[in-house]
T-cell receptor
């Protein structure tokens, strides 16, 4: 299994641009989540999904959209990027009581 | 707010046991204690979890006090590769909403 994969690894955007961060897992996990991590801080939950077609907001959802059309994929969309969204983004999937995290996407918004 | 309290940092010598403390005095009866670690900005990695009994796996041991208000993660023979930020988290495990605090930075010295 490849586990949780994220693309791209690094992205630079200009303020106002849009983009989609991709996340995929091949473990058939129902739960998937998106977190962001800012320097010197722990991870904060953005959005999560308990299964295909079901999503909900986390702690810091503003400025982000998600959808879950398949079990495998959980993309995160930034509709109009802002400098405050400069961060490292981690996707995770969960089975039982264990979460598995992807390698992260480093996003810089100028 | 994180439900756990961890010292900001500690160090230990390579080959010695690393004992990482965590206080969770407000833990509920249905909440588990989880430990994750994050090595140099990689995605967090699951280590171990427990409810009230001590647990051991190939990576570490988890000792939970009888009143469940605190716990200790033990890395029996620390290596340089164990240098990381270690997060202690309490959660029911029922959904994807892990709440990460700032964790404890473990530095393993040669």
């Amino acid at each position: 299994n490849a586990g949780v994969t994220q693309t791209p690894k690094f992205q630079v955007l200009k303020t106002g641009q849009s983009m989609t961060l991709q996340c995929a897992q091949d473990m058939n996990h129902e739960y998937m989540s998106w977190y962001r991590q800012d320097p010197g801080m722990g991870l904060r939950l953005i959005h999560y999904s308990v299964g295909a077609g079901i999503t909900d907001q986390g702690e810091v959802p503003n400025g982000y959209n998600v959808s879950r059309s398949t079990t495998e994929d959980f993309p995160l969309r930034l509709l109009s990027a802002a400098p405050s969204q400069t961060s490292v983004y981690f996707c995770a999937s969960k089975i039982g009581k264990t979460q598995y995290f992807g390698p992260g996407t480093r996003l810089l918004v100028l | 707010d994180a439900k756990t309290t961890q010292p900001p940092s500690m160090d230990c010598a390579e080959g010695r046991a690393a004992n990482l403390p965590c206080n969770h005095s407000t833990i509920s009866g249905n909440e588990y204690v989880y430990w994750y670690r994050q090595i140099h900005s990689q995605g967090p990695q699951y280590i171990i979890h427990g409810l009230k009994n001590n647990e051991t796996n190939e990576m570490a041991s988890l000792i939970i006090t009888e009143d469940r208000k605190s716990s200790t993660l033990i890395l029996p023979h620390a290596t340089l590769r164990d240098t990381a930020v270690y997060y202690c988290i309490v959660d029911t495990g029922a959904n994807s909403k892990l709440t990460f605090g700032k964790g404890i930075t473990l530095s393993v010295r040669p």
